[in-house]
């Protein structure tokens, strides 16, 4: 059974930090490109970072950019984001998703194949 479970979700303090994981059973993220979302109560779902299964290449949401960082450890299946400098507006449900194709490297919630059952982060004093 493929699955993924994200883990590390929280209260945190503007300004503060966290670091998600999301691990896979059932299949390597070799193969994948996995890719972190988000949704906040009342809006869309929005990208937020894809790294590339092929070559580790990544791509950032602009509200994100400098504050966040994608990464993976193959050894242990698992992909992370590590967020610094969390802001009131990153509030969100945090869900990670693997997408098969790693041709290409694009943060379309639409191209993601497996997704995992999101973890919330709630920044707030």
């Known amino acids: 059974q493929l699955q993924l479970v994200e883990s590390g979700g929280g209260l945190v303090q503007p300004g503060g930090s966290l670091r998600l994981s999301c691990t896979a059973s059932?299949?390597?993220?070799?193969?994948?490109?996995v890719g972190w979302f988000r949704q906040a109560p009342g809006k869309e779902r929005e990208g937020v970072s894809v790294i590339s299964g092929e070559d580790d290449s990544t791509v950032y949401a602009d509200s994100v950019k400098g504050r966040f960082t994608i990464s993976r450890n193959i050894a242990n299946n698992t992909v992370y984001l590590q967020m610094n400098g969390l802001k009131p507006e990153d509030t969100a449900v945090y869900y990670c998703?693997?997408?098969?194709?790693?041709?290409?490297?694009?943060?379309?919630?639409?191209?993601?194949?497996?997704w995992g059952q999101g973890t919330q982060v709630t920044v707030s004093s």
């Open positions: 059932g299949f390597r993220f070799d193969f994948y490109n």
């Open positions: 998703a693997a997408d098969r194709r790693t041709s290409l490297l694009i943060m379309d919630s639409r191209r993601f194949d497996y």
